[in-house]
T-cell receptor, first 114, second 114 residues
Framework: GPKVLQIPSHQIIDMGQMVTLNCDPVSNHLYFYWYKQILGQQMEFLVNFYNGKVMEKSKLFKDQFSVERPDGSYFTLKIQPTALEDSAVYFC????????????FGPGTRLTVL | AQKVTQTQTSISVMEKTTVTMDCVYETQDSSYFLFWYKQTASGEIVFLIRQDSYKKENATVGHYSLNFQKPKSSIGLIITATQIEDSAVYFCAMRDNYAQGLTFGLGTRVSVFP
């Protein structure tokens, strides 16, 4: 099926530092998402991005979080500054359109904040 | 607010048999979409099948089928002729007509033994 790529697969940083997680969505997809999964817990929605704007965000999407996709390049999630509770696996997803269209997920980036 | 509940933590089955997983959901909306994903041992998240709330027919894709019982807010997943490679964690998810983000259940771990 369609492939979403994520870089890096694992990132270790010190608390208070900035981190950028990169996502290469499916080429013709228009909607992009970030989800967070803490070990042993369910995946939780963070944010949805379309046409250069945040369309929807959850309460987990703190002020320290930001997303962008400059000039059709990587779709990025930036956390600045990071906190210990940001340690999790972050999954990027994309879909052709909104509505009922299924979302395709990347392999995730494991973020460890020390 | 939406909620998705998967009460079965884990299921073990013999190869070539049928496994059934439960999922119940809560939503205020009359129109919504239900999805099943699986997460493999490597962490890859794979879309399996979708059910639109307005469709009465149960969706079927390959050896995956759904048991959609709208009055009970239930969307069970049935896997027939299971294979070893079906061993994974299966997540039920939903979104309504207005939200873009998926709401996930906690998942059911399926182990298929030879």
């Amino acid at each position: 099926g369609p492939k979403v790529l994520q870089i890096p697969s694992h990132q270790i940083i010190d608390m208070g530092q900035m981190v950028t997680l990169n996502c290469d969505p499916v080429s013709n997809h228009l909607y992009f998402y970030w989800y967070k999964q803490i070990l042993g817990q369910q995946m939780e929605f963070l944010v949805n991005f379309y046409n250069g704007k945040v369309m929807e965000k959850s309460k987990l999407f703190k002020d320290q979080f930001s997303v962008e996709r400059p000039d059709g390049s990587y779709f990025t999630l930036k956390i600045q500054p990071t906190a210990l509770e940001d340690s999790a696996v972050y999954f990027c997803a994309s879909s052709l359109e909104g509505g009922p269209y299924e979302q395709y997920f990347g392999p995730g980036t494991r973020l460890t904040v020390l | 607010a939406q909620k998705v509940t998967q009460t079965q933590t884990s299921i073990s089955v013999m190869e070539k048999t049928t496994v059934t997983m439960d999922c119940v959901y809560e939503t205020q909306d009359s129109s919504y979409f239900l999805f099943w994903y699986k997460q493999t041992a490597s962490g890859e998240i794979v879309f399996l099948i979708r059910q639109d709330s307005y469709k009465k027919e149960n969706a079927t894709v390959g050896h995956y089928s759904l048991n959609f019982q709208k009055p009970k807010s239930s969307i069970g997943l049935i896997i027939t002729a299971t294979q070893i490679e079906d061993s994974a964690v299966y997540f039920c998810a939903m979104r309504d007509n207005y939200a873009q983000g998926l709401t996930f259940g906690l998942g059911t771990r399926v182990s298929v033994f030879p």
